[in-house]
């Protein structure tokens, strides 16, 4: 990825409070003061802000989004898929049984539809925020390595805080580290939003899907 000079880049202060108020404050005011039925609203406004800010970032051009795409791992990415059901099928033995595949017996065609519509309106503007923005904009004030693969975790994370669900945390944490796998290491921005729309798309088969339902959001306070 190209650099430019450093008299084009934003400064450090700048690429911090904008971190700051992208990554930390705006999902945790999200969290707490915005009712369920406007939480979609707000995120739509996030999403807009942080490809506002994409746009402007310093080297970059939309049509590396579409760099490695000739090169994906197929036997990984169908590896994923399989440890990904696996993991979901026991999640919801263990935690709601009575949930398992019922949108697949109750509703297929609106299953249908979130195998449809999930890659595009989810996973998708999701990897541009979290992956892209999150790593091209940013990376003069990320560390190295592995530090910044767990911020990032945190950081994506923090962003489903509004359905105050651990079971949700410690699943997006997990994915995150998946999907910058797939953004940095395999040098594909698709193929991150296709681990993840497997990813969402398999938990929603399996049963998971109430837990990513913001009309089933209760806040504990």
Known sequence: MSRTT????????????????????APVLIALFFPPQSMFPALFAFTAAGLALLCATPGFRWRELGNGWRDWPWREAALFAAVSAAGAWLLVQMLQPDAAFDLLQGNPLLLAAVWLGYPVASALPQELLFRVLFFRRYDAILPDGLQAALINAAVFSLAHLMYWSVVVSLLTFGGSLIFTYAYLRRGSFLYAVLLHALAGNILFTAGMGAYFFSGAVVRPF
């Open 6 to 25: 450093p008299s084009q880049d934003p400064s450090p202060a700048r690429l911090r409070l904008e971190f700051g108020l992208m990554f930390v404050a």
